[in-house]
Protein backbone atom coordinates (compact mmCIF):
# COMPACT_ATOMS: atom_id res chain seq x y z
CA UNK A 1 0.00 0.00 0.00
CA UNK A 2 3.23 2.75 1.13
CA UNK A 3 4.82 1.60 -2.50
CA UNK A 4 1.51 2.00 -4.89
CA UNK A 5 0.52 4.99 -2.63
CA UNK A 6 4.19 6.13 -3.62
CA UNK A 7 4.09 5.61 -7.11
CA UNK A 8 0.91 7.95 -7.56
CA UNK A 9 -2.31 6.15 -6.65
CA UNK A 10 -3.48 8.49 -3.92
CA UNK A 11 -6.50 6.74 -2.77
CA UNK A 12 -4.69 3.73 -1.47
CA UNK A 13 -2.90 5.24 1.59
CA UNK A 14 -2.05 2.94 4.60
CA UNK A 15 -3.35 4.55 8.19
CA UNK A 16 -3.26 3.66 11.37
CA UNK A 17 -5.95 1.18 11.03
CA UNK A 18 -4.44 -0.67 8.26
CA UNK A 19 -0.96 -0.80 10.48
CA UNK A 20 -2.23 -2.05 13.66
CA UNK A 21 -4.47 -5.09 11.42
CA UNK A 22 -0.77 -5.80 10.73
CA UNK A 23 0.20 -5.57 14.34
CA UNK A 24 -2.57 -7.79 15.75
CA UNK A 25 -1.83 -10.19 13.00
CA UNK A 26 1.95 -10.61 14.08
CA UNK A 27 0.70 -10.54 17.79
CA UNK A 28 -1.03 -13.65 17.33
CA UNK A 29 1.39 -15.39 14.39
CA UNK A 30 3.07 -18.64 16.43
CA UNK A 31 6.12 -17.65 13.63
CA UNK A 32 9.45 -17.09 15.24
CA UNK A 33 10.47 -13.41 15.81
CA UNK A 34 6.56 -11.98 15.17
CA UNK A 35 7.14 -9.61 17.99
CA UNK A 36 9.92 -8.52 16.79
CA UNK A 37 8.62 -7.95 13.73
CA UNK A 38 5.71 -6.20 15.12
CA UNK A 39 8.30 -3.71 17.25
CA UNK A 40 9.62 -2.99 13.88
CA UNK A 41 6.04 -1.89 11.99
CA UNK A 42 5.23 0.17 15.58
CA UNK A 43 8.62 2.20 14.82
CA UNK A 44 8.08 2.47 10.95
CA UNK A 45 4.75 3.69 12.05
CA UNK A 46 6.75 6.25 14.62
CA UNK A 47 8.80 7.66 12.07
CA UNK A 48 6.59 7.71 8.96
CA UNK A 49 4.53 9.92 11.84
CA UNK A 50 7.74 12.04 12.89
CA UNK A 51 7.95 12.82 9.07
CA UNK A 52 4.50 14.66 8.84
CA UNK A 53 2.24 11.47 7.76
CA UNK A 54 -0.61 12.20 10.14
CA UNK A 55 -2.56 9.08 9.02
CA UNK A 56 -0.07 6.63 10.36
CA UNK A 57 -0.24 8.00 14.21
CA UNK A 58 0.49 5.13 16.55
CA UNK A 59 -2.33 4.91 19.15
CA UNK A 60 -2.72 2.93 22.55
CA UNK A 61 -4.11 -0.11 21.00
CA UNK A 62 -0.83 -0.39 18.70
CA UNK A 63 1.90 -0.35 21.40
CA UNK A 64 -0.23 -2.69 23.27
CA UNK A 65 -0.44 -5.10 20.54
CA UNK A 66 2.75 -5.33 20.95
CA UNK A 67 3.39 -5.86 24.30
CA UNK A 68 0.72 -8.93 23.53
CA UNK A 69 2.63 -10.02 21.12
CA UNK A 70 6.20 -10.18 23.80
CA UNK A 71 3.86 -11.40 26.37
CA UNK A 72 3.18 -14.27 24.11
CA UNK A 73 6.61 -14.63 22.26
CA UNK A 74 8.81 -17.47 23.54
CA UNK A 75 11.73 -15.53 22.44
CA UNK A 76 14.94 -14.75 24.73
CA UNK A 77 14.29 -11.78 27.20
CA UNK A 78 10.27 -10.75 25.61
CA UNK A 79 9.42 -9.70 28.81
CA UNK A 80 11.83 -7.44 29.55
CA UNK A 81 11.13 -5.71 25.67
CA UNK A 82 7.54 -5.91 26.30
CA UNK A 83 9.23 -3.91 29.17
CA UNK A 84 10.84 -1.86 27.21
CA UNK A 85 7.60 -1.05 24.67
CA UNK A 86 5.71 0.04 28.20
CA UNK A 87 8.52 2.63 28.70
CA UNK A 88 8.14 3.72 25.37
CA UNK A 89 4.67 4.36 25.50
CA UNK A 90 4.94 6.40 28.45
CA UNK A 91 7.80 8.56 26.39
CA UNK A 92 5.84 9.00 23.89
CA UNK A 93 2.60 9.99 25.92
CA UNK A 94 4.66 12.57 27.80
CA UNK A 95 6.00 13.78 25.00
CA UNK A 96 2.17 14.94 24.16
CA UNK A 97 0.86 12.45 22.02
CA UNK A 98 -3.02 12.09 23.91
CA UNK A 99 -3.73 8.80 21.39
CA UNK A 100 -0.97 6.82 23.31
CA UNK A 101 -1.89 6.53 27.37
CA UNK A 102 -0.68 3.41 28.86
CA UNK A 103 -3.76 1.78 30.70
CA UNK A 104 -4.06 -1.57 32.84
CA UNK A 105 -4.28 -4.06 29.85
CA UNK A 106 -0.42 -2.74 28.98
CA UNK A 107 0.70 -2.94 32.39
CA UNK A 108 -0.91 -6.11 32.71
CA UNK A 109 0.29 -8.01 29.53
CA UNK A 110 3.58 -7.18 30.67
CA UNK A 111 3.28 -8.43 33.89
CA UNK A 112 1.81 -11.45 31.94
CA UNK A 113 5.15 -11.98 29.61
CA UNK A 114 7.80 -11.78 33.44
CA UNK A 115 5.35 -14.32 35.16
CA UNK A 116 5.50 -16.11 32.14
CA UNK A 117 9.73 -15.74 31.60
CA UNK A 118 10.59 -18.59 33.96
CA UNK A 119 12.99 -15.38 35.01
CA UNK A 120 14.71 -15.31 38.68
CA UNK A 121 13.40 -11.96 39.09
CA UNK A 122 10.19 -12.28 37.74
CA UNK A 123 8.47 -11.91 40.77
CA UNK A 124 9.88 -9.01 41.93
CA UNK A 125 9.58 -7.55 38.02
CA UNK A 126 5.58 -8.24 38.43
CA UNK A 127 5.59 -6.63 42.33
CA UNK A 128 7.00 -3.36 41.06
CA UNK A 129 4.67 -2.89 37.73
CA UNK A 130 1.65 -3.63 40.67
CA UNK A 131 3.55 -1.09 42.70
CA UNK A 132 3.44 1.30 39.97
CA UNK A 133 -0.07 0.71 39.03
CA UNK A 134 -1.17 1.37 42.39
CA UNK A 135 0.81 4.65 42.71
CA UNK A 136 -0.77 5.97 39.16
CA UNK A 137 -4.29 4.79 40.17
CA UNK A 138 -3.71 6.90 43.22
CA UNK A 139 -2.15 10.05 41.86
CA UNK A 140 -5.33 9.94 39.76
CA UNK A 141 -4.02 8.79 36.44
CA UNK A 142 -6.81 7.76 34.13
CA UNK A 143 -7.12 4.55 33.07
CA UNK A 144 -4.54 2.39 35.14
CA UNK A 145 -5.99 0.12 37.98
CA UNK A 146 -4.92 -3.17 39.14
CA UNK A 147 -7.30 -5.95 38.62
CA UNK A 148 -7.83 -9.31 39.38
CA UNK A 149 -6.02 -10.41 36.36
CA UNK A 150 -3.36 -8.62 36.71
CA UNK A 151 -3.00 -10.15 40.31
CA UNK A 152 -3.24 -13.29 38.67
CA UNK A 153 -0.18 -12.75 36.94
CA UNK A 154 1.22 -12.84 40.64
CA UNK A 155 0.32 -15.93 41.56
CA UNK A 156 1.65 -17.86 38.17
CA UNK A 157 4.69 -15.79 38.74
CA UNK A 158 5.07 -17.06 42.38
CA UNK A 159 3.59 -20.55 41.03
CA UNK A 160 6.62 -20.82 38.53
CA UNK A 161 9.44 -19.93 40.66
CA UNK A 162 11.73 -22.33 42.22
CA UNK A 163 10.47 -20.80 45.88
CA UNK A 164 10.37 -23.85 48.03
CA UNK A 165 7.89 -21.85 49.96
CA UNK A 166 5.65 -20.47 46.78
CA UNK A 167 2.69 -22.27 48.09
CA UNK A 168 2.42 -20.08 51.12
CA UNK A 169 3.61 -16.86 49.40
CA UNK A 170 1.27 -17.65 47.32
CA UNK A 171 -1.80 -18.50 49.27
CA UNK A 172 -0.86 -15.03 51.19
CA UNK A 173 -1.55 -12.78 47.70
CA UNK A 174 -4.62 -14.86 48.02
CA UNK A 175 -5.38 -13.77 51.15
CA UNK A 176 -4.56 -10.01 50.51
CA UNK A 177 -6.78 -9.99 47.63
CA UNK A 178 -9.84 -11.59 49.55
CA UNK A 179 -9.60 -8.16 51.50
CA UNK A 180 -10.14 -5.99 48.34
CA UNK A 181 -13.34 -5.26 47.65
CA UNK A 182 -13.10 -4.14 43.63
CA UNK A 183 -11.42 -7.60 43.27
CA UNK A 184 -12.85 -10.55 42.23
CA UNK A 185 -11.19 -14.04 42.52
CA UNK A 186 -12.36 -16.79 40.35
CA UNK A 187 -11.37 -20.23 39.67
CA UNK A 188 -8.09 -19.21 37.62
CA UNK A 189 -6.93 -17.58 40.70
CA UNK A 190 -7.68 -20.37 43.05
CA UNK A 191 -6.22 -23.06 40.62
CA UNK A 192 -3.00 -21.15 40.43
CA UNK A 193 -2.21 -20.95 44.01
CA UNK A 194 -2.80 -24.66 43.85
CA UNK A 195 -0.31 -25.32 41.16
CA UNK A 196 2.00 -23.45 43.77
CA UNK A 197 1.30 -26.03 46.32
CA UNK A 198 1.60 -29.12 43.35
CA UNK A 199 5.14 -28.08 41.99
CA UNK A 200 6.59 -27.83 45.97
CA UNK A 201 10.18 -29.69 46.34
CA UNK A 202 11.72 -29.81 49.43
CA UNK A 203 11.92 -31.44 52.87
CA UNK A 204 9.01 -33.79 53.60
CA UNK A 205 7.20 -30.73 56.10
CA UNK A 206 7.65 -28.68 53.07
CA UNK A 207 5.47 -30.99 51.20
CA UNK A 208 3.13 -31.49 54.04
CA UNK A 209 3.13 -27.64 54.32
CA UNK A 210 1.98 -27.33 50.45
CA UNK A 211 -0.95 -30.03 50.84
CA UNK A 212 -2.42 -28.31 53.83
CA UNK A 213 -2.45 -24.85 51.44
CA UNK A 214 -4.03 -26.71 48.97
CA UNK A 215 -7.02 -28.67 51.18
CA UNK A 216 -7.80 -25.00 52.57
CA UNK A 217 -7.56 -23.18 49.15
CA UNK A 218 -9.84 -26.14 47.71
CA UNK A 219 -12.50 -25.30 50.48
CA UNK A 220 -12.59 -21.66 49.73
CA UNK A 221 -12.92 -22.26 46.22
CA UNK A 222 -15.91 -24.51 46.41
CA UNK A 223 -17.89 -22.18 48.94
CA UNK A 224 -17.25 -18.99 47.30
CA UNK A 225 -17.78 -20.50 43.78
CA UNK A 226 -20.47 -18.53 41.41
CA UNK A 227 -22.30 -20.33 38.40
CA UNK A 228 -19.63 -19.00 36.07
CA UNK A 229 -16.35 -20.92 37.78
CA UNK A 230 -15.33 -23.48 36.24
CA UNK A 231 -14.64 -25.61 39.53
CA UNK A 232 -13.19 -28.65 37.46
CA UNK A 233 -10.30 -26.92 36.97
CA UNK A 234 -9.86 -26.84 40.74
CA UNK A 235 -10.45 -29.93 41.79
CA UNK A 236 -8.12 -31.27 38.83
CA UNK A 237 -5.42 -29.30 40.39
CA UNK A 238 -5.84 -30.15 43.84
CA UNK A 239 -5.83 -33.84 42.07
CA UNK A 240 -3.00 -33.31 40.65
CA UNK A 241 -1.26 -31.52 43.96
CA UNK A 242 -1.59 -34.98 45.84
CA UNK A 243 -0.23 -36.79 42.53
CA UNK A 244 2.88 -34.35 42.82
CA UNK A 245 3.34 -34.28 46.43
CA UNK A 246 2.83 -37.62 47.62
CA UNK A 247 3.96 -39.54 44.86
CA UNK A 248 5.36 -43.09 46.90
CA UNK A 249 2.39 -45.51 47.24
CA UNK A 250 2.83 -45.44 50.99
CA UNK A 251 2.47 -41.61 51.00
CA UNK A 252 -0.50 -42.06 48.59
CA UNK A 253 -2.45 -44.57 50.82
CA UNK A 254 -1.51 -42.01 53.96
CA UNK A 255 -3.95 -39.46 52.17
CA UNK A 256 -6.21 -41.88 50.27
CA UNK A 257 -9.26 -40.86 52.71
CA UNK A 258 -8.80 -37.12 51.53
CA UNK A 259 -8.35 -38.20 47.95
CA UNK A 260 -11.75 -39.95 47.85
CA UNK A 261 -13.63 -37.52 50.11
CA UNK A 262 -12.97 -34.84 47.66
CA UNK A 263 -13.57 -36.89 44.58
CA UNK A 264 -16.94 -37.92 46.14
CA UNK A 265 -17.59 -34.34 46.48
CA UNK A 266 -16.32 -33.43 42.90
CA UNK A 267 -18.82 -35.94 41.35
CA UNK A 268 -21.62 -34.70 43.68
CA UNK A 269 -21.01 -31.08 42.40
CA UNK A 270 -21.05 -32.66 38.73
CA UNK A 271 -17.41 -31.37 38.10
CA UNK A 272 -15.57 -34.53 36.43
CA UNK A 273 -14.02 -34.14 33.47
CA UNK A 274 -11.65 -36.18 31.15
CA UNK A 275 -8.66 -34.61 32.64
CA UNK A 276 -9.57 -35.10 36.22
CA UNK A 277 -9.93 -38.65 35.44
CA UNK A 278 -6.55 -39.40 34.81
CA UNK A 279 -5.79 -36.46 37.71
CA UNK A 280 -7.02 -38.63 40.02
CA UNK A 281 -6.07 -42.15 38.85
CA UNK A 282 -2.17 -40.41 39.51
CA UNK A 283 -3.40 -39.27 43.27
CA UNK A 284 -4.80 -42.54 44.54
CA UNK A 285 -3.54 -45.53 45.62
CA UNK A 286 -4.23 -49.18 43.89
CA UNK A 287 -6.55 -49.94 46.41
CA UNK A 288 -8.26 -46.90 46.33
CA UNK A 289 -8.49 -46.66 42.37
CA UNK A 290 -10.44 -50.02 42.40
CA UNK A 291 -12.72 -48.86 44.97
CA UNK A 292 -13.68 -45.54 42.98
CA UNK A 293 -13.70 -47.31 39.79
CA UNK A 294 -13.52 -51.25 40.02
CA UNK A 295 -16.80 -51.40 38.90
CA UNK A 296 -17.29 -49.86 35.78
CA UNK A 297 -16.44 -52.88 32.81
CA UNK A 298 -13.48 -50.60 31.30
CA UNK A 299 -11.65 -50.58 34.48
CA UNK A 300 -8.85 -49.53 34.57
CA UNK A 301 -8.97 -47.56 31.69
CA UNK A 302 -12.02 -45.68 32.57
CA UNK A 303 -13.09 -43.07 30.16
CA UNK A 304 -15.40 -39.88 30.47
CA UNK A 305 -18.29 -41.57 28.37
CA UNK A 306 -17.94 -44.41 31.14
CA UNK A 307 -18.94 -42.35 34.06
CA UNK A 308 -22.82 -41.17 35.25
CA UNK A 309 -23.97 -38.39 33.47
CA UNK A 310 -24.39 -36.71 37.03
CA UNK A 311 -20.66 -37.62 38.00
CA UNK A 312 -19.93 -34.53 34.85
CA UNK A 313 -23.26 -32.41 34.36
CA UNK A 314 -22.12 -29.05 35.38
CA UNK A 315 -18.82 -29.05 33.61
CA UNK A 316 -18.06 -25.54 32.06
CA UNK A 317 -16.02 -26.13 29.06
CA UNK A 318 -13.56 -23.34 27.32
CA UNK A 319 -15.22 -21.04 24.87
Keep these: MQQLHEQGYPEICPDTFSFASVLNALAN ?5 AAAKAEKVLKYMQQLHNEGNTNVAPNTVCFATVIKAYSRSKEKDSAGKAAKILE ?3 QVHEEGNSDVRPNTISFTSVCDAWSKSGHTKAVKKVEELISWMEKLSESGFEGVSVNGYTYNT ?3 AIARSKDPNKA ?3 FEVLQILKEKPNIHLNSFSYSTVMNACSYTHGTTSVRNIALRTAIIVLEEAVDTADAKDRLNIVYGAFFQTCANLMQKEAEKVRIQKIVETVFRQCCDNGQVDEMLLGQVRRACSKQLHL ?3 GNFATFPNVKIQD ?4 WRQNVKRRR
Design 291 to 293: ELF
Design 29 to 33: SPEPN
Design 88 to 90: WMF
Design 154 to 156: LIT
Design 307 to 310: IPGE
Design 168 to 170: TKA
